[in-house]
């Protein structure tokens, strides 16, 4: 997917007598059906065998967010992975979404082979391979974007988030 293809440039143009070969397992999403183009139909795309690997993800235990001294069992959940030419890009929605800094940080403290993980680093990453859109974007967003890479994000054309704001705004009143 657009993940893999981004990869593979940087890995060409960092990696000197290098050959990187994409696969991607899955038909073309044309051949599944046309309501794939459409990006408010991803729920529906993303259920079915035909899109989807059914991956899950594992339970784990996790520090209670009552009381951190006790552990609570996280069941695992449904884990949609893209299983058509263009990867995950193709059944969810084209949404671009980074990890929690800490999470990152967490991974980077588990091991000092790991250090490479940590959120700076990563962040550096991310700001190589990202072209935003965003028009006058401000200095703090500028710090964690970046503007010149091979992988296209943009703001959503209309705040898809309006209708939540009224909703808070109701229970707010409660």
Same mark, same amino acid.
Not at 56 to 70: A, G, I, K, L, N
Not at 137 to 145: A, G
Not at 147 to 164: C, K, T
């Given at each position: ?16 007598? !290098?050959?990187?070969?994409? %696969? ?6 044309? *051949? ?8 408010? =139909?991803? @729920? @529906? ?13 594992? #339970? ?6 009552? #009381? ?46 790991? !250090? !490479?993980?940590?959120?700076? *680093?990563?962040?550096? =990453?991310? &700001?190589?391979?990202?072209?935003? =859109? ?16 091979? %992988? ?10 309006? !209708?939540? &704001? ?9």
């Amino acid at each position: 997917g657009t993940a893999g293809c981004v990869l593979a440039r940087e890995l060409i143009y960092n990696i000197s007598n !290098i050959n990187i070969l994409v %696969l991607e397992a899955g038909p073309p999403d044309t *051949h599944i059906n046309d309501i794939m183009r459409s990006p408010c =139909a991803y @729920t @529906t795309v993303s259920k079915t065998s035909e899109t989807d690997w059914g991956y899950s993800t594992e #339970d784990q235990r996790m520090p209670s967010t009552v #009381d951190p001294t006790e552990e609570v069992l996280n069941k695992g959940f449904s884990y949609p992975r893209g299983k058509v030419i263009g990867g995950c890009s193709t059944v969810n929605a084209m949404a671009y979404m980074r990890g929690h800094k800490a999470d990152y940080d967490l991974w980077a403290a588990q091991d000092p082979d790991y !250090i !490479i993980w940590n959120y700076d *680093h990563c962040l550096e =990453a991310f &700001k190589a391979v990202e072209n935003n =859109a965003r028009k006058n974007p401000d200095v703090e967003f500028e710090n964690y974007h970046g503007f010149n890479g091979l %992988l296209y994000v943009q703001d959503p054309a209309v705040d898809e988030f309006d !209708i939540s &704001k009224d909703v808070f705004e109701v229970v707010r009143k409660f």
